[in-house]
Structures are given as C-alpha cells and as structure tokens.
C-alpha cells in the first residue's frame, strides 16, 4: 500500500516555470549574458546548478568569478515573481484526498523552508503538507551538489516506510533518478522544468499531464497490493 507521497516543490506542486525563467533571465543579463527560451531553459535546467550553467555555456573560470552574482540575482527577483505563482491545476484536490486516504504528503525540495512555508500558507495547503524537507536559510549545497534525495531517505527511514510504499513526484529528471535510485514508484508530471522528452528518456513508472492524474495511479497501486 502506498503511503507516503513526496512532491517535488518548484515546477511541481508550484506552478513557477515562467516566474524561474524571468528571474533566470535577470541573472544572465546581470553577468552580461543572452537570455534563453522557455524551451532552451528545460532542455537544459538541472542541479547541481552549476551543471546547468555549464550546459548553458558558461565556463569554471566564469562561474567562479560570477556565480555568486548569478545566484543573488536570481534569488532577488524569484521570491518578488514567485508572490504571484499558484499551485499547479489539480493540486489542492489531490493533496486533500490523499490526507482523507491518510497517505502522508511530503515536499522534497532544493529551494529553502522559510520561503516553501511562506507560499504553503499563502496558497492555504500548509496544512495539507506533513513536513518540508528542504534547504535552510544559508545553505547553498543545491550550486554544488544534490542533497535533497538523502533528507527523503533519511525522513523515510524515520518514519520505516518501504521504498514500495512511496512515490515520488516531480518534473525534473532529479526526482526520476532518485525514485530509481531508492526504490520509489516514480511519477514525472509534465509542464514543469524539463521537457517532456527529457522526462521519457528516464522511464518513470507513470507520465502524467495534471496533477489529478495522480489519483487513479494511487488507487491503481495499491489495488494490485491487495490481489
């Protein structure tokens, strides 16, 4: 049976892309770059962000010397365009259901808890939410490295779940290869930070297009738990 389900935040349960493309694009100006496409943005948005960066063309010597410019901008100009970003289509219904279910529901995020929270209560689904697993205040692992896989193993441990009985969801190839990699039932939503081809080359278990997809897949599992 399932019984967890842990949402990736920006892309996923946020609906962000375009205000993370303005904000993006603000970066690269102030370092006196091109701006991108939505398209060129996620056929090329990962973390590590500085794998991003590079893929965007930027080189060590570069990113050494301004990444840390890129990275405040950036930050300046997201959490003013965030103030207007709402949940993804579908969202505040499926959180809903899978609280009546007493499925626990859990962010996994590379963004910061402070600024999560604050849009958990603004948005009126802070309550929908079990816990943030995210970066604090100060912390800026997410330019370097990956982290956020090890704080959903070690609250899934906590909490002596089986990889089967969770699933993770998200728009990025991140939370594919991290259900992959842990043993979690995978759920890649479209319309986020990646292209959708980008999406099928990691195979997720379930391809969907609106978060009330998500139901039928829930009920679908643990339907096949019970034969």
């Not at 990275?71 to 289509?89: D, G, K, S």
């Not at 704080?151 to 259900?179: N, R």
Request: proline residues 3%; positive net charge.
């Amino acid at each position: 049976m399932i019984k967890l389900i842990a949402f990736d935040w920006n892309g996923t349960l946020l609906s962000d892309t375009q205000m993370t493309l303005k904000a993006e694009n603000k970066a690269i100006l102030a370092v006196k770059g091109k701006p991108i496409s939505l398209n060129k943005f996620r056929q090329t948005f990962d973390i590590p962000i500085i794998k991003y960066w590079k893929t965007l063309g930027y080189s060590d010597i570069f990113l050494k010397k301004h990444l840390n410019t890129i990275e405040e901008v950036f930050h300046l100009n997201y959490e003013i365009f965030a103030n207007q970003a709402r949940t993804r289509a579908g969202s505040k219904e499926v959180l809903d259901w899978l609280e009546k279910q007493k499925i626990q529901r859990v962010i996994y995020s590379n963004h910061n808890i402070p600024n999560i929270e604050r849009r958990l209560k603004r948005l009126k689904i802070k309550p929908l939410i079990n816990t943030v697993l995210a970066r604090h205040l100060g912390d800026h692992s997410q330019l370097h490295e990956r982290s956020k896989d090890k704080k959903l193993f070690d609250y899934i441990k906590q909490q002596k779940f089986k990889p089967h009985e969770v699933i993770s969801v998200g728009d990025t190839e991140e939370e594919i290869e991290i259900g992959k990699k842990y043993g979690y039932y995978t759920v890649a939503i479209t319309g986020g930070y990646n292209t959708t081809p980008r999406l099928k080359k990691h195979h997720p278990d379930f391809l969907i297009h609106n978060m009330l997809e998500l139901k039928g897949i829930v009920k679908k599992l643990n339907r096949s738990c019970i034969k």
